[in-house]
């Protein structure tokens, strides 16, 4: 795979690689299980039926899809220069807002406490503020 590659190249690609090494992780371990299901019981590998190797193909499968989906948006993703996310605008946008939230919210707190009191906060002779009668 070259330079300019599309992003379906690049899911291709990723999920032939991914594809190879989840199906060799699946032999060797779906044979070794096997492997040490029939040294433990003689007839434990026959009940296991075709589950021995069902089972791990299907996560392998799972695993090859999610990588290549990943890798197509990724890829897809990074090759728009428009792209909103690549240019960082989303998070600077957000960083700003939750800056704001947040001296709102203290701003907020403070009025409520300075106007109602705070059994918490000590008033200047050391007992609670309250404004409320006992």
Same mark, same amino acid.
């Given at each position: ?8 190249? $690049? =899911? ?10 989840? #199906?060799?992780? $699946? ?10 299901? =029939? ?10 039926? /075709? ?10 499968? /799972? ?5 290549? $989906? ?7 993703? =990074? ?18 807002? $939750? ?8 701003? #907020? ?26």
């Amino acid at each position: 795979m070259g330079p300019g590659a599309t992003p379906r190249e $690049v =899911a291709v690609a990723t999920a032939a690689e991914t594809a190879f090494t989840a #199906l060799l992780g $699946v032999g060797i371990g779906a044979g070794a299980a096997a492997a040490l299901v =029939a040294l433990g019981d003689p007839n434990g590998f026959a009940r296991l039926g /075709a589950s021995w190797w069902a089972i791990p193909a299907g996560v392998a499968a /799972a695993a090859v899809l999610a990588v290549a $989906v990943q890798s197509f948006l990724g890829t897809r993703r =990074a090759s728009r220069p428009d792209d909103p996310a690549r240019a960082g605008r989303g998070q600077r946008i957000a960083g700003a807002g $939750v800056a704001v939230l947040v001296v709102l919210g203290a701003v #907020l707190a403070t009025w409520q406490l300075r106007l109602y009191g705070s059994p918490v906060t000590p008033d200047a002779a050391g007992a609670a503020q309250s404004t409320r009668s006992p």
